[in-house]
């Protein structure tokens, strides 16, 4: 039991600023009410009552991330591709996230575990949205794009992702193909 709760508080250490008590830390953690870092606060409750998890709200480049995804537009699909000679989906994000220190899955089926669930009217730059592949009647999530822009009446996102026909930048309403296939938004950080 341990050995968990010193993983975890391992993973937040990058986030370190002030110290919290256990009891009021959740509620200082914008990750889906601090759903996501409720168990490691009940963990350190049943191990110890007078814990104290010292850690800063995550703050994170987001505005640098989506300049330098940018900089990709245009290049090529390469189905496995994690380099900047050739990106699939899920390649892309592993590589530009990483650029900035945050080491994602390599696969979109996989990248959609990460993070906290975000309702789709309310994703903001930096999230990652997630999508049927090219059979419609599968769950299966098949594809990923970053957010780079929410509208002002946020009923649009532009996305960054690589398709078939390289990488380019969206807007979701005038994507029919992937606004039906939508299946969740995610925030990574």
């Known amino acids: ?3 968990k709760l010193f993983f975890l508080l391992a993973m937040l250490l990058p986030f370190v600023a002030y110290a919290q008590s256990v009891d009021s830390i959740a509620d200082q953690i914008p990750f889906s009410n601090g759903s996501m870092l409720q168990a490691l606060v009940d963990s350190a409750s049943s191990c110890q009552d007078t ?9 994170f480049p987001v505005d640098s991330l989506i ?8 290049t090529p699909y390469r189905y496995g591709g994690r380099t900047e000679k050739g990106f699939d989906c899920s390649g892309f ?3 530009i996230f990483r650029q900035y220190g945050m080491e994602l899955p390599s696969s979109s ?3 959609v575990n990460l ?3 975000v309702a789709i009217d309310s994703v903001r730059k930096g999230d990652l949205l997630f999508f049927k592949g090219r059979n419609i009647k599968s769950s299966s999530i098949g594809h990923v794009a970053l957010v780079i822009e929410v509208s002002e009446s946020k009923k649009d996102v532009q996305i960054i992702h690589s398709t078939r026909h390289g990488l380019k930048i969206d807007w979701l309403t005038e994507e029919p193909y992937f606004r039906k296939r939508f299946v969740a938004s995610r925030r990574v950080f």
Do not use: D
């Open 1 to 3: 039991m341990y050995y």
């Open 51 to 59: 814990v104290q998890v010292v850690m800063m709200p995550a703050v």
């Open 67 to 74: 300049a330098f995804s940018k900089k990709f537009v245009g």
């Open 93 to 95: 994000m592993y590589y």
């Open 109 to 111: 089926r996989n990248q």
């Open 115 to 117: 993070g906290a669930p």
